[in-house]
């Protein structure tokens, strides 16, 4: 300690300084208030002395000051070195002396023009490959590498928003010791010494927590480390981890496998619990391209039937849907198992549920679908139900077919809830003496009866060492906390769901100077400082035996996977035991329920808490609710009837002695006497975005109640709070009985004996006074085209749009006004019994109305028509009458009614895409097709004395669609893809009868629904 | 008097209405008493309390306009898709308050009322306050105030104009054309009153102030012909402007597509609407007045009564075209017109519906009665209903037909902030600050048109041309 406090930054190291850390009393100052006053809180704070200095100073005081002891002479030559250096800390910020423009200019860079870097964005240690685009050296947009199997272009909403976790003025910016700003070298001598002592008991009392891993590199590193040191030992958490379904292998093969599914291969698919058309379920972007392939009703359709805990946008999607507790799915498992001639032990059909006509109906299909359908289990349903999913596949033959095995992407498959057991035991044991977390966040997140934070928060480990980027739950009870760089500034590896290894390289130097948890490991190792280039390069080199490693690594780097990694096709066999392992089902009796059952389930917006502090995803409507900001409790409408209950009512729920908040949300086709809660909430430091947002129900979630458990009870308290909602109203009916035909929808069978039927609320086209603009003579006429049938809701496009068009978060108050302003939303609609309805999602971006009711009635002209068919903003001339919004009938337009942009956080100008106007206050905005990239492409084209070609140009929109359910191109070009979708029967205008002629039209929804089931019956 | 074109019959004192002037007054007693309500009656305490109550009243409309300069619309409770909320709510409310002025002075002038006289100079004098209230509003709810200056058409170096389809811009032409004739109106009118003021006042600097505002006005016959002249006139310009403003008001909704705007009844009903709301803002301000001031004799049963049936009249043409909005609604067939008339009698909005329908149709029908009709007491209550039941009328047509239109995911709410009241509240405030002045710095009754009420103002051969 006394060694640390001597590198504490003084003022002998710094003259100029005023003040010791005010870094720390402006923190403090912001994380006193909370998520929803964040944006005022900003604003007051802009006008603080202090914080408009660190804003001035770009960087906080802390971080540019020299801690080491340095000699004199040697703190001046580093500190000229770092004047010249200067462009590199701060990206493009060129120091205000004299500059020299690049004398050699580096290669490839034409200023104005973007470059695009291959990398790989990892959650729960899946990678999902990316392209970054770079400006200038500063990443600012996310796109999906169109050429990797597990992209093909499409993204989820997490690597999407990711970009914005780079910028995040939030993260933490120092190595501190206690609180305290250190320097790297005063942490790397901190932590030597202890280790080398360690390395005298072979490791003992080391032990290293960290997330999933699915990096070779990191895997192998710790790997090397645990040889040399066998008394270490290697951790592994995270809230959401894939237990069930590993032990679910086990229990079937007896190892633990990595199960994929080709769904355009699967006429039939089953899913039991698996929400595997939305972001977190590894391999949905695959996944999503494969399952909307197969929706097309001119083509070979699929059947999707979903059995379900909680409305998932894959129930949504369903031709048939069954809403049941989540305790149920193993019964209904075990029908199904039974039903295709699996033969389970101990288990009495008749003494369950009995086979229902769903049931029955469910196994046909299957058994008429051998080889060519899929049973997917929820990574929350017990092991038993994986055990079962993978029998009833191995039954139908479907492996090989549609479902295949390989070795686990998770370089260290340990059971999470036992491991984080053990180490929490070892602390309170005594056994640890240096404790390395890497990343997550435990203290927030781990089991409730652990008492991680309590054991983390005893003095029995000496040296608590966190790698984090933001300064959260766990770091304020570590010793030290090292800034973690994000996956942008710092090389790695990582494994696609197929096991094919992506290089993670970065586009920018650390903004932060944060390190990875490389570098982390080989101090802990006693090897050189080494950089994380090195070593993952290092690792590569060794793993590669040719001679030609310079272009393999270029290679690797520029396809953005190393050819060759993906996993081979395992075949196993199904353990004979396994029938009689399957559990007795200890299920509650169906027709009197004492207690409800508690349902937890990640957030689709905000994950398991560890994008709280991202303003997109908090502010993303999550699919189904359109909630933002927070989260609710859940519960169907029959037991809300039951029990009295309305919107905006606040809930104490009691589970096993603990009590918990919220309030209470009744969702559509939500099973009865079930209650779900979201996790990642209620987060205490999280950053000025997501502090105190939402309510924490990690106190209640314990290692035998993971997921869910019965036994909740739900009080009211009388109290209410206001759940800000995007969406005013979610069904299609009014409220007076009369139903809009927003969402066009048949079934299979009716659309082949009626396939002109979208057309109906169709005018013709000569319904009106003025003569139509001739728009056949221009080059381009761009138009756009949904289907409606592959849009799965995964609200891609939303994140996308907002990402590329600079759109500003607006905060949890104004989106309860109704303020927020994405450019395309995903509208979600019910319709029939609200116990188990149908559902649909309708993206709505500007329609590009050839009649623009808009532009007819803006006084100053600031919203006009292009002679390519767009319905074009003037930022700079509108004055904000909204006058177009209110007689936009789509209502697509967003209007800046206060200063939503923050034109201050320095690093939030670096994010942005310098294409896109900034939109000040009191300007109307909406969007615009994208009309940056039309340009940028109608450019390059010219250049090139040609015409841009049918699939060259993409809207954000369109680029991000894992589902390829949006079509841009040139209408006038007759073979262009958007062309033939309008040539489509299903092709239909949103609101025709209006006569706004939209150019964005829709693809009507079809859905294929099994005959022999007419009626879906709501169980639980 | 010789070449009066408005020639008023005479006393109809055998008459069985109420005089329009009552018996005992002579050229001298008129403008004895109403110049000296200007120049010799002391500033009572009562009207300083008043004042200083109003002009805070006007200054919580300034703070609330500083603050919105400030910060931007978002202070309000507009949202999408309720883009417009008080501040045109506002706007249309005092516009159409500002109808009755004109009205009265021009339209009736036309049609020889000579009813009209004693309280045309207030009404015109409310009038032009009322417009400069609803001024304020179409430029204070743009999201950048400091730009609308671009809906008027000035030349600049972008050859960029207004967009002249915009009914916005066609507002701006009609308010502000409605707004300069009703003040230049209202000022030639004035005239030979300064003059008489001029002369009567004692104090050489009132005196001066009023000579300078009298121009020179000597009551020769020229001058009384060229005035006579000029007031027809500009009596016949004003008349289109009275059905033309909110006809352009109204436009505004019905250009539009929305379920509840878009409506070809609109432009006549809103005129209605508008001379219904101005009526009961004239018995509302005279009521009291003549009470304190002393000027039942000018300002009789006579008047109020009339006023009275006028608000019946104009009551019924709003309440049939609230039948046909409805009937339409039915009749028509589409579904987003049914929903907007089920919506306002069903949706979250209902209660102001039905506060609509019982202050603008059903409470006014007691005007039937003359009981009614001739009691100061429910006179004034009536038209502080219908005042109110006129501003529920423009809530119920901007916000409950914006808040749920085409899309049902798009539907919203809206909710008033404080400041949305206090920027309505405040423009009340400057209404009747103005007011509280002109009272006492102007005539508030027209001393020359009253003068001609007189028997003495009558010559013979007119009367005959006139029988």
Known sequence: ?1020 | MATQTQIPVEVPVEDQRAPVIEPGHSFSTIGEKVSNIVLKRPVSLGWIFGFLVMFSVMNMLLMAMGYLFLKGTGIWGITIPIGWGFAIINFVWWIGIGHAGTLISAILALLRQSWRNSINRFAEAMTLFAVACAGIFPLIHTGRPWLAYWMFPYPNSMNVWPQFRSPLIWDVFAVSTYGTISLVFWFVGLIPDLATLRDRAENPVIRGIFGILAMGWRGSARHWHRYETAYLLLAGLATPLVLSVHTVVSFDFAVSIVPGWHTTIFPPYFVAGAIYSGFAMVLCLAIPIRAVYGMEDFITMRHLENSGKVMLATGLIVAYGYFIEAFMGWYSGNTFDSFLLWNRLHGPYAAWYWSLLTSNIFIPQLLWLKKFRTSTFWLWVISLIVLVGMWLERFIIIVVSLHRDFLNSAWGMYYPTKWDWMTYIGTIGLFLTLMWLFVRVLPMVSIAELRTLLPEAHVREEEEVHK
Request: proline share 6%; with cysteine; charged share 20%.
């Open chain 1, 1 to 1020: 300690m006394d060694e640390n406090n001597k590198h504490q930054g003084g003022p002998d190291v710094c003259p100029g300084k005023r003040k010791q850390l005010d870094l720390q009393a402006v923190k403090e100052q912001i994380e006193e208030t909370t998520g929803p006053e964040y944006w005022r809180s900003l604003e007051e704070l802009a006008g603080s002395d202090d914080f408009r200095e660190m804003m001035h100073r770009e960087f906080p005081k802390g971080a540019s000051e020299w801690l080491d002891s340095f000699s004199r002479r040697g703190f001046l030559k580093t500190m000229g070195a770092s004047l010249a250096l200067a462009g590199l800390t701060g990206c493009t910020k060129l120091p205000p002396t004299e500059i020299v423009p690049y004398v050699k200019q580096p290669e490839n860079l034409i200023p104005g023009k973007p470059m695009y870097y291959a990398t790989a964005y990892t959650l729960g240690g899946y990678a999902s490959p990316i392209l970054v685009e770079s400006h200038m050296f500063r990443p600012t947009k996310i796109e999906g590498n169109p050429d990797h199997p597990a992209s093909l272009g499409g993204t989820d909403v997490y690597a999407q928003a990711s970009l914005l976790d780079l910028y995040d003025p939030d993260r933490a910016q120092n190595i501190t010791y206690m609180g305290d700003v250190r320097s790297w070298t005063a942490f790397t001598e901190a932590v030597r010494g202890p280790m080398s002592a360690a390395k005298g008991i072979a490791g003992g009392g080391v032990r290293i927590l960290t997330q999933t891993v699915s990096s070779p590199t990191l895997a192998g590193q710790i790997r090397d480390y645990l040889k040399a040191n066998p008394q270490a030992k290697w951790h592994v958490y995270e809230p959401i981890s894939r237990d069930n379904a590993n032990e679910g292998a086990k229990m079937a093969f007896g190892e633990v496998v990595e199960t994929r599914y080709d769904l355009s291969k699967a006429d039939v698919i089953v899913s039991l619990d698996a929400d595997f058309l939305y972001a977190g379920f590894p391999g949905n972007t695959r996944y999503i391209r494969d399952f909307a392939s197969r929706r097309n009703p001119d083509g070979n359709m699929n059947r999707l039937y979903v059995v379900e805990s909680t409305p998932s946008s894959t129930g949504m999607k369903a031709d048939h849907r069954l809403p049941v507790l989540a305790s149920y799915v193993e019964d209904f498992a075990k029908t199904l198992a039974a039903a295709v001639g699996i033969k389970l032990g101990g288990f009495d059909q008749e003494k369950s549920r009995g086979a229902t006509e769903f049931d029955k109906a469910v196994a046909a299909d299957l058994t008429g679908h051998r080889g060519s359908s899929v049973v997917i289990a929820g990574d929350h349903q017990p092991p038993a139900v994986h055990a079962l999913a993978h029998a009833i596949n191995q039954a139908l033959g479907n492996v090989g077919k549609t479902v295949f095995y390989s070795d686990s992407v998770d370089a260290n498959p340990v059971n999470r809830g036992q491991s984080i057991h053990e180490l929490v035991e070892d602390i309170r044991g005594g056994k640890v003496d240096l404790l390395l977390i890497l990343g997550g966040n435990p203290v927030y997140d781990a089991p409730a009866e652990l008492g991680f934070a309590s054991a983390l928060k005893s003095n029995a480990v000496a040296l608590k060492v966190y790698l984090g980027t933001h300064s959260n739950e766990t770091a304020e009870l570590c010793h030290w906390h090292v800034p973690e760089a994000h996956y942008l500034e710092s090389w790695s590896d990582a494994r696609a769901y197929d096991g094919t290894v992506s290089i993670v390289q970065p586009l920018i130097e650390p903004l932060y100077g944060g390190k990875s948890a490389h570098e982390i490991i080989t101090i802990l190792a006693g090897q050189p400082d080494l950089s994380g280039h090195d070593l993952v390069q290092g690792y590569w080199q060794k793993q590669h035996s040719g001679s030609d490693f310079e272009s393999f690594w270029r290679k690797s780097l520029y396809d953005g996977w190393v050819a060759g990694t993906a996993y081979a096709l395992k075949t196993v066999a199904l353990k004979p035991a396994t029938q009689a392992d399957v559990s007795e089902m200890g299920g509650l009796d169906p027709g009197n329920v004492p207690v409800y059952e508690l349902n937890f389930r990640r957030d689709p917006s905000i994950y398991d808490g560890r994008f709280a502090n991202n303003g997109w995803l908090q502010e993303l409507p999550k699919p189904l609710t359109k909630l933002t900001w927070d989260n609710p409790v859940m519960i169907g409408p029959a037991m809300a009837a039951r029990m009295k209950l309305t919107f905006k009512d606040v809930v104490e729920l009691e589970f096993q002695g603990k009590k918990v908040k919220g309030p209470i949300w009744i969702q559509a086709g939500h099973p009865d006497n079930m209650v779900t809660v979201f996790l990642g909430y209620g987060r205490t430091r999280s950053g000025q975005v997501g502090t105190g947002a939402g309510f924490d129900v990690y106190p209640m979630r314990t290692s035998q109640a993971l997921w869910f458990a019965s036994g909740v009870k739900l009080t009211p308290t009388g109290e209410t709070y206001d759940l800000a909602s995007t969406q005013g109203y979610q069904t299609m009916e009014t409220p007076d009985g009369s139903e809009r035909p927003l969402v066009m929808e048949r079934d299979l069978e009716e659309y082949k004996k009626e396939p002109n039927f979208a057309k109906e609320g169709e005018t013709p086209k000569e319904l009106t006074l003025y003569p139509p603009v001739d728009y056949s003579k221009e080059t381009y006429n761009w138009g756009m085209a949904i289907d409606l049938n592959s849009c799965v809701g995964c609200n891609n496009c939303i994140v996308a749009c907002q990402s590329e068009n600079n759109i500003a978060v607006v905060g949890q108050h104004q989106t309860l006004k109704g303020r927020h302003m994405h450019w395309i939303r995903v509208d979600a609609y019910y319709q029939g019994p609200r116990e188990n309805p149908k559902g649909y999602f309708q993206p709505v971006p500007c329609m590009q109305c050839e009649n623009a009711p808009c532009e007819l009635v803006c006084p100053v002209g600031a919203t006009v028509h292009s002679s390519e068919g767009l319905n074009d903003m003037v930022y700079n001339r509108c004055i904000g009458t909204r006058y177009c919004s209110n007689n936009c009938p789509y209502k697509v337009r967003r209007f800046n009614f206060l200063l939503f942009q923050d034109w201050e956080t320095p690093q939030y100008k670096m994010m942005r895409n310098p294409d896109v106007t900034i939109r000040s206050r009191g300007v109307m905005e909406k969007c615009t097709y994208c009309v940056q990239r039309i340009n940028e492409s109608k450019i390059d084209a010219e250049r090139a004395d040609t015409v841009v070609k049918d699939g060259e140009l993409q809207t954000a929109c369109q680029q991000s669609c894992p589902a390829n359910a949006i079509v841009f191109g040139n209408i006038n070009d007759p073979n262009s893809r958007v062309n033939q979708w309008k040539a489509q029967s299903r092709n239909y205008s949103l609101l025709g009868e209006l006569n706004t002629r939209p150019r964005t039209t829709y693809l009507a929804e079809v859905r294929n629904p099994n005959p022999e089931l007419k009626t879906e019956r709501s169980a639980g």
